[in-house]
């Protein structure tokens, strides 16, 4: 279980717009459950947008009508036989708050006055959805997550971030018609996030270093590479001739067992030593000095990973990132691993 507050912390790096003035009391508040944290975000950045005014965009509206608009329905009107009544079913254009992204909003809001929030954020959240009284509620199950933003909506993109966060750490009883919050989200969103917070930490708190997250191309002598997996990095950390490539891991167990014996996971120790080996094989040319990383988000199992090796000429290490401690020690253990990276001494 992670505290809230780091939950929020995490957030605050993935989101660089949770670091506004406006949601700098959420530091100062303590949170029974996630559901209250994401209420909290939502009800200071819905009550946001709605001073500055609720984003429009045009919609296809389709109705009977005796004022010619748009594009006119032959069959539509003929099986209705609206032009008896001097009418015509018509499709046209209209630039109109009823979009997908509030209705999205107006949807996540809905769902979490059923969840387990305290009566005082109920209230605000049934306040917030007055203004939506001309947005139309739609199938949370059935959603595309894929949304482009450009200059007018960019002041979405935190309120969307949650409201995914949200609908997908919802669990619906049909019974009661309530809803519920798991301990968090499940392993698949909670390792996106943590992924994305270490490595947007890096890119604020570390400028002297890039950050990044590239591909590496597979160092192949013959054959075509169309068919290869991709190799997509978490994090990729490059500072003068060394280059640190972090594979974030977020498991319910960080070691496997084998007959009865504790050992690392093949498959990832694997896997970083394949990125090393190829992004060596890349700047050959060069003189690079190439090192992995296994970064584990702390279990509660007694043993975890600590180690470093040296295979076949690159340092892999696997260690782990306790993310259920204060948030200065969080800091702590990623400026640590960013100095020794960089050859500093650590005091």
């Known amino acids: 279980m992670i505290r809230i507050k780091n939950i929020y912390y995490m957030l605050s790096y993935a989101f660089q717009s949770l670091n506004s003035k406006a949601y700098k009391k959420i530091e100062t508040e303590e949170f029974e459950n996630t559901a209250e944290l994401f209420s909290e975000i939502l009800i200071i950045g819905v009550s946001s947008q709605i001073k500055q005014g609720l984003v429009r965009d045009y919609i296809d509206v389709t109705e009977t009508t005796s004022s010619l608009r748009g594009k006119i329905n032959i069959t539509e009107s003929i099986n209705e036989q609206s032009f008896i009544k001097g009418q015509l079913n018509c499709t046209y254009d209209e630039f109109s708050v009823n979009c997908y992204l509030n209705q999205i ?30 947005v139309d509620l739609i199938d949370l199950k059935n959603l595309n997550w894929k949304i482009r933003f450009d200059r007018n909506n960019q002041t979405y993109r935190l309120l969307i971030g949650v409201c995914y966060l949200i609908v997908n750490g919802l669990l619906f009883s049909e019974k009661s018609g309530n809803a ?7 392993d698949q969103r909670m390792s996106r996030l943590y992924e994305k917070f270490i490595l947007n930490y890096y890119r604020k708190e570390h400028p002297e270093i890039k950050a990044h997250s590239p591909q590496i191309p597979w160092q192949i002598d013959e054959g075509i590479d169309f068919l290869l997996p991709k190799m997509q990095t978490d994090v990729t950390l490059e500072y003068e001739n060394r280059i640190l490539i972090i594979d974030a891991k977020y498991y319910g167990r960080n070691l496997h067992k084998n007959y009865g014996k504790d050992i690392h996971h093949s498959s990832n120790l694997y896997q ?4 090393v080996k190829n ?6 040319a060069n003189d690079y000095e ?21 295979m076949s000429g690159n340092k892999i290490s696997v260690k782990t990132l306790d993310i259920n401690q204060d948030f200065k020690k969080i800091k702590m253990q990623l400026d640590y691993i960013a100095k020794n990276f960089q050859g500093v001494e650590n005091g």
Not at 272 to 275: C, H, K
Not at 279 to 284: A, I, S, V
């Open 290 to 310: 190439i090192s992995g990383m296994l970064l584990y988000a702390r279990t509660t199992d007694e043993i975890q990973p600590d180690s470093d090796y040296v």
């Open 180 to 186: 519920k919050l798991m301990e968090f989200l499940d």
């Open 279 to 284: 992004k060596e094989l890349e700047l050959q």
């Open 105 to 134: 909003i107006k949807s996540t809001l809905n769902l979490l006055v059923k969840s387990e929030i305290s009566q005082v954020r109920r209230k605000k959240l049934k306040n917030l959805l007055m203004y939506f009284a001309e």
């Open 272 to 275: 970083i030593f394949t990125y």
